[in-house]
């Protein structure tokens, strides 16, 4: 079984640029989820959809980040624009059933902001 | 906010048994107490989950204290492919969210 696919693994912009991280889940997971991950801390929940529609984006700073998952599958993540503090590692996973399942996360993207 | 307690880090010798304690003094009678590690550059994998009863699996053996303050993750026999940083999570049966702390940074040494 193939696991959550993330892309690009690093991406290196300039302050007030833009970026998109992209975020293919297991076959069949109906919640995606994205974390960012500052270094030296645990992951942090920004935004988890139930299929295409969001169930929670509480720690989502909506003045710069906006995320969307067309068709219930995919899901992309867009900084705009991105800030120093925003270098993190962005980590996407999925679950299979919404209470109490476990989570499956890719394997992340590095974001280094300069 | 986290709602376990868990030590910076632990060091432990490759073969033997990796015991790593977590303190959840205040968990609620419908919240499961749920274990990740995650390993250098990827991303965290789910290791075991547990409500009262200790649970087992092929990677790791949960033992939840009877009246479910504290836990302790057991690695049997842990290798240097083990060494990772541990999360101790708890999570209520009708929440999806995972709070992840700052963990235990488990060093296995040869």
């Known amino acids: 079984e193939a696991g959550v696919a993330q892309s690009p693994r690093y991406k290196i912009i300039e302050k007030r640029q833009s970026v998109a991280f992209w975020c293919n889940p297991i076959?069949?997971?109906?919640?995606l989820y994205w974390y960012q991950q500052i270094l030296g801390q645990g992951p942090k929940l920004l935004i988890q959809?139930?299929?295409?529609?969001?169930?929670?984006d509480s720690q989502l700073p909506k003045d710069r980040f906006s995320a969307e998952r067309l068709k219930g599958v995919d899901s992309t993540l867009k900084i705009q624009p991105a800030k120093l503090e925003d270098s993190a590692v962005y980590l996407c996973a999925s679950s299979l059933f919404r209470v109490r399942d476990t989570q499956y996360f890719g394997p992340g993207t590095r974001l280094t902001v300069l | 906010d986290a709602k376990t307690t868990q030590p910076p880090s632990m060091d432990c010798a490759e073969g033997r048994a990796a015991n790593l304690p977590c303190n959840h003094s205040t968990i609620s009678g419908n919240e499961y107490v749920y274990w990740y590690r995650q390993i250098h550059s990827q991303g965290p994998q789910y290791i075991i989950h547990g409500l009262k009863n200790n649970e087992t699996n092929e990677m790791a053996s949960l033992i939840i204290t009877e009246d479910r303050k504290s836990s302790t993750l057991i690695l049997p026999h842990a290798t240097l492919r083990d060494t990772a940083v541990y999360y101790c999570?708890?999570?209520?049966?009708?929440?999806?969210?995972?709070?992840f702390g700052k963990g235990t940074k488990l060093t296995v040494n040869p």
């Open positions: 076959s069949g997971h109906a919640t």
């Open positions: 999570i708890v999570k209520a049966g009708g929440s999806e969210k995972l709070v």
């Open positions: 959809f139930q299929n295409n529609g969001v169930v929670d």
